[in-house]
């Protein structure tokens, strides 16, 4: 591999890894607004009368905490198959 394809292999693998990186931290940026935003304004103030419950856990867990935990693990198994590229080693020079 000459200097500029290898230099030009690089830029590619950089710019490819920046974009990952991105998407994941706004990713994990979003979920965390989301569980903290809602929890905080769905369940920080209920009375224990008013909590309903959605399959066994109190609802504003079910919405903010449980549902958006699967649904991250289904944007994360998703980004892994689909998205996420591993880039060819470097040659090994003897």
């Not at 309903?52 to 549902?67: C, D, E, I, Y």
Request: proline residues 3%; charged residues 20%; negative net charge.
């Amino acid at each position: 591999m000459n200097g500029t394809s290898q230099n030009q292999a690089e830029a590619n693998s950089l710019r490819q890894s920046r974009r990952e990186l991105r998407f994941i931290l706004l990713t994990w940026l979003g979920c965390g607004v989301w569980v903290i935003g809602y929890c905080y304004l769905k369940g920080y103030h209920l009375k224990p009368e008013e909590v309903s419950t959605v399959f066994g856990f109190p609802g504003w867990v079910f919405w903010g905490v449980a549902l958006p935990w699967l649904v991250a693990n289904a944007v994360t198994f998703w980004f892994c198959q689909r998205v996420l590229k591993n880039e060819e080693d470097e040659e090994v020079l003897e």
